[in-house]
């Protein structure tokens, strides 16, 4: 598909999970997609970035909290998309002054998740509206994209260790009877949906549900176990149980609100509460709270099903390491320890 | 225009301005609307009840806070509607819970204002966002109204004084240079959109935007000045005074949220502050933040312009009284206090 105009596009946080998902897809269209890569000069010296560079992306090393000078390297840039995470998040609000000082035609902020209600349940979605809401008092035009929960999250490991290596973040309790509806999707496809979505003037000042499949986690258990023939053993998370606990790490977390590590336990607690338990995750759900569903826009995108997923994973063809070389990111410091 | 099916509308804030404009609106087409006031107990003995009563309307003294009574009550209801203030926000927190225990088929929450962004510019709106919220971590079906700046709100008073009794609320001040466009309407035109908007399938879970006409401080003065041959002096607010007292404002109000006149003199300033400096009060800007426009869905309801609600006014055909007889609403009980 060729655009009619080609788009110059800006990414902040590349080299991550959902970074470098989207790069991979706008490096399949270079007659679509002019590539930036906003890079924090601490990040200047990863060997991904030069890798990068290799493929046709353009650098450029700058501080997010400079927005003068981010104004101007964004000046003539059509789509700037965030893919920070949550540690930066001063910096993402620094990268919507100056997207907005620079005139961006449309700014994707750093959401790619769940859908859930906007406040009150996931206590990373609320500082995502924060976000949101100041491109909103600026009315800066902007996409919000969500994608569900990742494949390569909803893995459990076997009891013989053979996958150990292949998923470096297992899933590892049930929420509810498993029976909970929740839309997953292979992080490789996330880009390929971006791609269709920032070049559409549809999906402009919208949120955009952009999924692979909705399951539940007996399904993924079911498919791990016969896949490799082993039995899982079920530990089970009830709502009662995941409420409680919340509610304890909430005052552990609101006692001194610069505690990471606790507001990410916290988070990871959230996040199967509200799409294995709560059941947010969803495209009826999606529907209701304001979201255009992908899978309508671009019904021609095609998806890794969570069997195909599975095949690949067991058989060794790919792995479902996530996090891998980001002792910075959240997640790889939690390890072990949620 | 008739309704396939009647519709059974419960409304709390029965006897408001925006109730009452509602109110008349549905009691013009028995054959589509039975209707309920929902009505405190303290509220019960005043006359205005007792007259709607005299109308057509069922009456049912409840306790808000009863939610399990509310339930019993709204059981069977179609479409609730709350014209409560945020003087009664755990009401309508409650009204929520059970509407949505009695399975309500729509909530339309207590906006009916000015558009602008969620969060960060309006401390009222902040606070109905969060009413939002409730509803959508609830799943329950809801339409958000705006209907901009009231022109009941919108006129100044003359050097004469000669329009003092008709303006219970005159505009004093002009934000910025007079010139930003926003939306006004007349509140007795609020219910001929409400009632044609929660009739309407299309609205469900959406935002619409219900006004009269696109106007400026400017056009309204000097409409008066034309219909009274007086010239009215200006003063001007300018951003930076606005921001400098709002500042001042939010300290006060920060340190005892419970105190409810510096909350109010904080919001009446904001209000003008958004319609009258920052310009949020478009169709533009509501159509950015998602809002369909009610002149688009329904371009033969027909509205009162500010030229002929000003003739009318200095004539003496009606009066821009508002908050007449409401010694427990803010707006009376900051008279002259602001």
Known sequence: MALEKKLKIAIGGASGETGMSIINALLDSPDN???IALVRPESASKPVYQDLATRGVSLEIIKFSDIEAMTSILTGVDIVISCLTLLQVAEEH????ASHAAGVGRFVPSFFAVVCPPRGVLTLRSMKEDVLDRCKRLYLPY????VGWWMQLSLPQVPSKRLDAQISVPDTIIGADGNVPTAVTDVSDIG?????IVADPKTLNKHVFAYGEVTT??????????ATGETIPRTYLSKEDAEATMLQLKEVAGKNPADMPSLFK???LEYKYTWGIRGDNTPEHAAYLGYLDAKLLYPDVECKSVG?????IVEGARSATVYKNRDDHPVTMLQGKV
Do not use: C, G, P
């Open 192 to 196: 390929k949906y971006v791609a269709r």
């Open 94 to 97: 620094a990268l919507i002054d």
């Open 308 to 312: 195909v997923f599975v095949s690949e």
């Open 33 to 35: 997609f002019d590539i």
């Open 266 to 268: 916290l988070s990871m």
């Open 143 to 146: 996409t919000v994209i969500d």
């Open 217 to 226: 986690q007996n399904k993924i258990w079911a498919a791990v176990e016969e």
